[in-house]
Structure formats: structure tokens, C-alpha cells
């Protein structure tokens, strides 16, 4: 499978605990995103990655969460602490430089979270 | 603020029938429009992508328009198949460089029936 590839695919977990999700883009794609996304809503950014660096963190991004992409390949995405709140769908894609008619991201299958 | 907005919020069509989701956006300036299909429990994946210039873009069944000017866009799946049940979700752009530029819509919900 090429495509991007998200683990685990479900988390169960109790308030207050960490959780950590992974995110392997393809291969070859330099930029790598994180969003969250609640039932019945569409995404909404939380950080994105070019290469190994962190360009932006959106607000919805507290200092609970905290995002990597140590060499510039899979990134990790945490949560410490985890509130009830925190229950989404926490999907990763991934893009090459845009092109003229705009960047073509490739989503992967999302960490469904259910903080108990 | 940037904001899209989707209609209807579901629908349910029969097997073979045609159908339309709508979509309005207030994102300036303009950059590009998307629509994306999600499976339940799944993540999007891109049907197509349509700049200022196109007003029209097919993918097989599936064919998107956007108006520019009064700020619309439309999704029309023909002859619909059982597996064209999903979440069909209009993202606006506002930036080439757009993955953490696009403003998302909720999405359609889509089920078709036999």
C-alpha cells in the first residue's frame, strides 16, 4: 500500500491520559498535515509539516498537543492529558509542492479518539 | 471570515438516479475549490479540483461546476451506485500553497438505496 497510512486506527482512552497517534505519509511527499475532524463537520486544520519543520500551528492546536516529524518522514502527533473534548477523528495527509492548479493532498484513514 | 456552506445537509436517492449538492463559499481571494468523497470511517479522497478559469470538471460519474462570480459550486453524481453512499465535502482555497489554507464545508451526506 502506497497510500498514507495511519496507526492506530481506533484509541480508546481515559481522561487524563497521553495518547500518542503516528502518521507514514508517501514516500516522496514533502509536506504533511495534521486536521481534526468531528462527527458530521469537516476538518479543521491543527499543523502542518515541510520536511522535518513545523510551518504553523493552528490556535485549536493547546499546548497539550505537540506534533513531530523527526527526519522529515512520519510525524507523531500527542496528546497529554486528554479530555473528553479531545474525542475526533484525527486525520493526516500528505502533498508534494504545489502546482499550478493547486496542492493535491492525500488523506489517510484517520485515529478515531473516544476519551472516556 | 472564510466560511462554506453545504445543502442539503443529507439526502437519500435511489440506486440509479441522479443527484445535486450544492455548495456556497465567502473565502477571499479565491484560489481553488475541491470536492472531496469520504467513506464513513475513512478518510477524503479528492474527486476534483477546479481553479478560477474552469467552470467545469468530471471525474466518470461524478461532475463538479463552479461560478466564480456569484460564488457557487455544485456536485452532480449520475446514475448513482450503491457505493456513492458517503460524506461529499466542499473545501474552499485561498492560497496556492493551500493544505493549511482550505476552509472546509460539513459535508453532504449521501445515501443511496437499492
Known amino acids: 500500500d502506497t497510500g498514507v497510512s495511519q496507526d492506530p486506527r481506533h484509541k480508546i482512552t481515559k481522561r487524563g491520559q497521553n495518547v500518542t497517534f503516528r502518521c507514514d505519509p508517501i514516500s516522496e511527499h514533502n509536506r504533511l498535515y495534521w486536521y481534526r475532524q468531528t462527527l458530521g463537520q469537516g476538518p479543521e486544520f491543527l499543523t502542518y509539516?515541510?520536511?522535518?519543520?513545523?510551518?504553523?500551528k493552528s490556535r485549536l492546536l493547546s499546548d497539550r498537543f505537540s506534533a513531530e516529524r523527526p527526519k522529515g518522514s512520519f510525524s507523531t502527533l500527542e496528546i497529554q492529558r486528554t479530555e473528553q473534548g479531545d474525542s475526533a477523528m484525527y486525520l493526516c495527509?500528505?502533498?508534494?509542492?504545489?502546482?499550478?492548479?493547486?496542492?493535491?493532498?492525500?488523506f489517510g484513514s484517520g485515529t478515531q479518539l473516544s476519551v472516556l | 471570515k472564510n466560511q462554506v456552506e453545504q445543502s442539503p445537509q443529507s439526502l437519500i436517492i435511489l440506486e440509479g438516479k441522479n443527484c445535486t449538492l450544492q455548495c456556497n463559499y465567502t473565502v477571499s481571494p479565491f484560489s481553488n475549490l475541491r470536492w472531496y468523497k469520504q467513506d464513513t470511517g475513512r478518510g477524503p479522497v479528492s474527486l476534483t479540483i477546479?481553479?478560477?478559469?474552469?467552470n467545469t470538471k468530471s471525474n466518470r460519474r461524478y461532475t463538479a461546476t463552479l461560478d466564480a462570480d456569484t460564488k457557487q459550486s455544485s456536485l452532480h453524481i449520475t446514475a448513482s451506485q450503491l457505493s456513492d453512499s458517503a460524506s461529499y465535502i466542499c473545501v474552499v482555497s485561498d492560497n496556492k500553497a493551500a493544505g493549511n489554507k482550505l476552509t472546509f464545508g460539513g459535508g453532504t451526506r449521501v445515501l443511496v438505496k437499492p
Open positions: 477546479m481553479t478560477f478559469s474552469e
Open positions: 509539516f515541510q520536511n522535518e519543520a513545523q510551518l504553523e
Open positions: 495527509a500528505s502533498s508534494l509542492n504545489p502546482t499550478g492548479s493547486g496542492e493535491k493532498l492525500f
